[in-house]
């Protein structure tokens, strides 16, 4: 992609009004841009990285054996008064009327919609368990949006849904959903912490939050510091997670025995960028959703819901990985691959130089965005660590005369020159964004 020809609204200034560096960030990159209160649209750099996280999210919820679906955003008031939710929910709610005076809203999340849909598609235990899941937009009119899309109004969520025939069923769902997010984070790029969270009158522990830890999170956190020692990649992981001691603050107060030792006590502060609830029958019951079991009788299945913040994580993984010069992208989920800095587009052999490697990289499954505009190289190099592109590929007269180029790592801000045939050689024929 030519920069020459794309979008990219970038500023040197510190937005105002923009409270935290991720927010900051966001706008001066050309990410998003904020159309009404906690509304944004994303612009196109934002939306690759965007699609990639949901992307990400959806592997792993497949993995897992979740079915991806769609639901509509619209949804009718009917729907949420069999519930008991239409009323309870209170003005976090949009509610819109259509041309016929009926009640509808702007859905803040899927319970109901995905308990009517199952309840009249499936009569049998056979057809159990199933775990339904969408990526879609969410409407929540929060009193204070702030902090970009961190807490936005409207937001894009990954909302799965599990539905089983016994406790064992439900608890085996949970467990495969706790697993998967933690898959899913780990590919992001990120550390998340499950913390218990109050699962109401159920009881147990079957409720989790997944937090980031980040100076600017909303919450506070304390955790058994031995969490930070745990290796994902390791089978034993999710189970020593879920054991682990970590609490929210607020519940953490009320715990009269910490079992953790003050001096393995961590405190920090942290992102929610997921939630997963096991709730039983609550909705199940309430709509009429029940299937014949293997010996004829009717029962009421057991419901879990699993929600992540796929917008909020853009936010998230910026708060986790800047720095003073901008935004630094983990690999899995960068706008593109490299960039591609034409440090003379006025001279036809760099031009040519910089459009070959641009073609080329691009055969090899890369993508590059290529800044061949006629601009200072000081500005070109300021742009491209603002945007926090993994790589960095520059391309100069001085260079090419010997046949080199130099690749600056963001990271780390680590450089070296290296050949043409080098530097392809180097990001060649892996389609996932890994350097060698
Ligand atoms: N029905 C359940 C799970 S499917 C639910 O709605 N859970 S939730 O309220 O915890 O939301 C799930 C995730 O959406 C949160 O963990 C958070 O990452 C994200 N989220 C919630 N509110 C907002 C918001 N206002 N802006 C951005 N992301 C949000």
Known sequence: MRLSRYLLPVSRETPAGAEIVSHQLMLRAGLIRQTAAGIYAWLPLGLRVLDRIASIVRREQDRAGALEMLMPTIQPADLWRQSGRYDAYGPEMLRIGDRHGREMLYGPTNEEMVTAIFRDCVRSYRDLPR??????????????????????????????????????????????????????FAALG???????????????????EFHILADTGESEIFYDAALDD???????????????YAMEAEEHAKVANCPVPPDRLARRRGIEVGHIFFFGTKYSAAMGLEVQAAD?????????????GVSRLAGAIIEAS??????????????????????????????EACAGLEDRLEAQGRTV?????????????????????PWVVTVGPRGLATGTVELKRRSTGERHELSMESLLARFGGVASGTAA
């Open 131 to 184: 775990i339904l899941y969408h990526i879609q937009w969410k409407f929540r009119d929060e009193v204070r949006p702030r902090f970009g899309v961190m807490r936005g109004r409207e937001f894009l969520m990954k909302d799965a849904y599990s539905f089983d025939m016994d406790m064992d069923g439900g608890r085996a769902s949970y467990d495969a959903m706790f697993t998967a997010y933690l898959k899913t």
């Open 190 to 208: 990120l550390r998340a912490v499950p913390v218990r969270a109050p699962s109401g009158p159920i009881g147990g522990d079957l409720s989790h």
């Open 230 to 244: 745990i290796d994902l990649r390791d089978a034993a992981a999710p189970e020593r997670l879920r054991t682990l």
């Open 296 to 308: 004829g009788g009717m029962v009421t299945p057991l419901m879990g819901s699993y929600g992540i």
């Open 322 to 351: 800047h720095d003073e010069a901008g935004i630094i992208w983990p690999e899995s989920v960068a706008p593109f691959d490299l960039g591609l800095v034409n440090l003379r587009p006025d001279d036809p052999a760099c031009a």
């Open 369 to 389: 965005l290529h800044d061949d505009r006629e601009a200072r190289g000081g500005e070109k190099f300021a742009t491209m660590d603002l945007i926090g592109l």
